[in-house]
């Protein structure tokens, strides 16, 4: 299974009650939805994981998969009134790439892969917000299908697209990456070759883009040691470079980069962070973290945070499930990373598995938080427990976690069994203490049977006390419903 690892901090696990403590929720809006299962072969990490996306403070779009050859995209206002119906068609095994909305229109990207035509395609569809017209479908990039997978990186405000392919060579490692930017329109506004030559054994990138078009790509090079980031902007041939051997021998342990994230900010600083594991045993060694000054090209390092016996029997002992305790960390996943307005940076793991075999199912339990500060100093670490299964046709679609950060405080929406009780659980996390409040009920009474009765990939928030979010509630056992819920 793949691994992770992250850095150094102190160790906090009490409870907190915030002194805006939202104690009541209210469904505001609940109207019925359809949905069709995406049949994903990527169980661990989504290529679209949010489906629902605010335009607005009181409007939303929504991308659902309306058939086996369709998606659609529907626009609702606050009340939950659907205001128009968009079709992207799909075209054989054309799958989903990517879902953006920016503030003229909602952006969907497809990937097609003709094996007999031996061309893989990324196409665009741009709906207008405000008519819902659907445009003329764009080919945004065409590669080989022998390379690997082409794909999309989107700006925050998705007025910009990179549309990239890669070029490989027979280890299929990367050699070189080429893209086509685009604006919110879907007009081409440049081509870049990022002429990878002088780095070696590429097994991973990273691309992203920001709101003016700058390109950003994180390589994971040198047998799994090297971070290497690159800066390129738009009608400059200037590159910038910072690079730093991550893996290698450190007091007799050769360690290797396990799992990488990064993160392109609000203020325009790129943020990443590595877990590394001891090589050969694969078992996690530590978390690096570091935040990229391209202005200054200074890379600012995070102090190194070990995963020792000390920590790891922390982590235990927060656990009070049933079953044996292991000696060592297993399956976290880097999920997220968020900077807050006072700078401080919060970087999230997950563990997630599967218990192994075809019909087995899925496991999302406890969040490791760990955050710095403007100069990245350590500041706090916690570890936040919670114990999620869904069966194997469901995989993560309900469980694992939504997050929302608000100015200094991070919100965390899980779908859990609590003292008898089937629901969303709000958790709200202080990021200058660490401290966490106790998991409060949404009161949706989510149905607790056989049946699909959450999918997390529509939960979004439209505003701090506003949520939408797509359950089964019990007493509406026969269908799906599209809820709008208020935090009072």
Do not use: C
């Amino acid at each position: 299974m793949k691994k992770i690892f992250i850095l150094p901090l102190l160790f906090l696990s009490f409870l907190w009650q915030p002194a805006a403590t939202y104690a009541q929720f209210n469904r505001k809006a609940s109207v019925a939805f359809s949905y069709m299962p995406d049949e994903s072969k990527a169980r661990y990490s989504q290529r679209v994981p949010h489906k629902t996306i605010a335009v607005g403070n009181d409007e939303f779009v929504v991308l659902s998969r309306s058939s086996a050859d369709a998606y659609t995209v529907e626009k609702y206002s606050d009340k939950l009134k659907k205001q128009w119906t968009a079709e992207v068609k799909l075209a054989g095994t054309e799958t989903l790439e990517a879902f953006a909305a920016n503030q003229e229109a909602a952006i969907v990207v497809t990937h097609r892969a003709d094996n007999d035509q031996g061309q893989q395609q990324l196409y665009g569809h741009r709906v207008d917000l405000r008519t819902g017209k659907k445009q003329e479908s764009v080919l945004l990039l065409e590669a080989s299908v022998k390379s690997r997978r082409a794909s999309v990186s989107i700006s925050e405000d998705a007025t910009k697209l990179l549309a990239y392919r890669y070029y490989t060579n027979s280890s299929h490692q990367i050699q070189d990456i080429s893209g086509t930017l685009y604006d919110g329109k879907l007009q081409k506004i440049d081509y870049t070759s990022y002429n990878l030559q002088d780095t070696y054994n590429i097994l991973s990138a990273d691309v992203q883009v920001s709101n003016s078009g700058q390109q950003y790509i994180s390589l994971i090079s040198d047998n799994m040691k090297r971070l290497t980031s690159r800066l390129y902007t738009p009608g400059s041939e200037e590159v910038r470079v910072m690079s730093v051997l991550v893996g290698g021998v450190f007091s007799g342990t050769t360690v290797y980069i396990l799992d990488s994230k990064f993160e392109l900010m609000h203020n325009g600083t790129l943020y990443g962070a590595v877990m590394t594991a001891e090589e050969p045993s694969g078992r996690y060694y530590s978390l690096k973290t570091v935040k990229f000054d391209f202005e200054a090209e200074d890379m600012i390092f995070a102090e190194e945070f070990r995963f020792t016996p000390d920590y790891i029997s922390q982590v235990n002992a927060l656990d009070k499930s049933s079953g044996g305790k292991t000696g060592q960390l297993e399956d976290i996943y880097l999920s997220d990373l968020f900077l807050t307005p006072e700078q401080q940076l919060i970087v999230m793991a997950e563990k997630k598995y599967t218990a192994g075999g075809k019909d087995a199912p899925y496991f999302a339990k406890e969040l490791h938080l760990f955050t710095y500060d403007e100069y990245m100093n350590k500041d706090w670490n916690s570890v936040l427990m919670k114990h999620q299964q869904a069966p194997a046709d469901e995989a993560f679609s309900s469980i694992s976690y939504n997050a929302y950060l608000s100015g200094n405080t991070l919100h965390l929406l899980t779908l859990e069994e609590l003292k008898g009780k089937h629901d969303l659980y709000l958790r709200q996390v202080d990021a200058n203490s660490g401290e966490a409040s106790a998991p409060k009920a949404v009161g949706l009474n989510i149905a607790n049977d056989k049946d699909l009765a959450y999918v997390k990939d529509f939960t979004a928030w439209l505003s701090e006390k506003n949520i939408i979010a797509v359950a089964r509630p019990s007493r509406k056992a026969d269908e799906l419903r599209l809820s709008k819920i208020q935090l009072k």
